[in-house]
C-alpha cells in the first residue's frame, strides 16, 4: 500500500489566473493543472491562496472539475501576526505539522517572497499555469517523488 502523500499547495491569483482578472476569466488555467495531475492520482491539493480570506474558497472549488476537487484535502490556516518573508511557506509548514507532517510538498505561487528558494514552484503572475516552463518544473517534481513501483528509484527530491 503507498503510504507516501504528495501535496500542492495551491495559490490562485497568478497560477489558476492572471491577478486582478475578469471573473470570467478566473481560475481559467485549471485545465493545465488536470492535464500536470492526471497520472498522479495520489496527489493532493491544499488551498494556500488568499481566496482562503478575502473570497469564498468554496465558490472557486466549484469551479474546479469534480476530479480536482477531489483532491482538495483543506486549506492553510492564516498566520495573521507572522507575515513577512516565507509567510506562505510558514502557513503550509503549521498546516503539514497538524495533518501530514511526513508528506512531500510543493508550493504554487507567483510570489517568490513567500517560500524558501526550492520550496515553490514560482509562476510569472501573467502566464500562471499557462506557462510551458512552470508545467515542466511541476512535472519533474511529481516524476520525481511519483511513489509506485514503476518510478525512477532514488532521492525523491523536493521539499519535505
Known sequence: MNTVIRILFLDFDGVL????????????????????LQDHADVRLVI?????????????L????????????????????????????????AWLKEHAPAAIWLGIDDEAQLF???????????????????RSEIEQWLVATDPSPSSSVGDPGGPR
Not at 17 to 36: G, M, T
Not at 71 to 79: H, K, S, W, Y
Not at 122 to 128: F, K, M
Open 17 to 36: 489566473h492572471r491577478p486582478n482578472c475578469l471573473s470570467e476569466d478566473q481560475l481559467v488555467h485549471l485545465p493545465h493543472l488536470e492535464k500536470l
Open 48 to 60: 494556500s491562496s488568499s481566496w482562503r480570506v478575502m473570497r469564498s474558497v468554496d465558490s472557486a
Open 62 to 93: 466549484s469551479a474546479f472539475p469534480h476530479g480536482l476537487r477531489q483532491r482538495v484535502i483543506g486549506d492553510t490556516p492564516v498566520l495573521r501576526a507572522e507575515g513577512g518573508q516565507w509567510h506562505r511557506q510558514r502557513e503550509c509548514e
Open 116 to 134: 524558501e528558494p526550492g520550496k515553490a514552484v514560482i509562476c510569472n503572475p501573467a502566464l500562471g499555469l499557462a506557462d510551458p516552463k512552470v
